[in-house]
């Protein structure tokens, strides 16, 4: 599995954004989606995430009410629409895919997730 973020940039507060990523070699559907976003010196924090297959999504506090996570099957593209963007936002944001291997499995840990994309920097000026 193979996947490649893009869309970030430099936007100013209040801008929004749609991140994309597209997705290669799924070999079923039963794969957890993440976007995460990292800033220097801290922890890779889960933004946004959603069953490949289904409906089921979540989202960090932090953003709720503002992203929105999204997939198009037939386009094997993964989005996260950012709006009302604020200055905290600022991140390389990174997609993710946690193949589902048991009922119950952690999609909030990123050691969990075995494929990554390289990330997009977003840069929210205020």
């Known amino acids: 599995v193979q996947l490649q973020a893009s869309g970030g940039g430099q936007v100013q507060v209040g801008d929004s954004l749609r991140l994309s990523c597209a997705i290669t070699?799924?070999?079923?559907?039963?794969?957890?989606m993440g976007w995460f976003r990292q800033v220097p010196g801290k922890d890779r924090e889960l933004v946004a995430s959603?069953?490949?297959?289904?409906?089921?999504?979540t989202y960090a506090d932090s953003v709720k009410g503002r992203f929105t996570i999204s997939r198009d099957m037939a386009k094997n593209t993964m989005y996260l629409q950012m709006n009302s963007l604020k200055p905290e936002d600022t991140a390389v944001y990174h997609c993710?895919?946690?193949?589902?291997?048991?009922?119950?499995?952690?999609?909030?840990?990123?050691?969990?997730?075995?494929?990554w994309g390289r990330g997009t920097l977003v840069t929210v000026s205020s």
């Open positions: 070699g799924l070999t079923s559907t039963g794969y957890h």
């Open positions: 993710a895919a946690l193949r589902i291997r048991s009922v119950q499995y952690y999609y909030q840990r990123p050691e969990n997730y075995e494929f």
């Open positions: 959603i069953i490949w297959s289904g409906r089921f999504t």
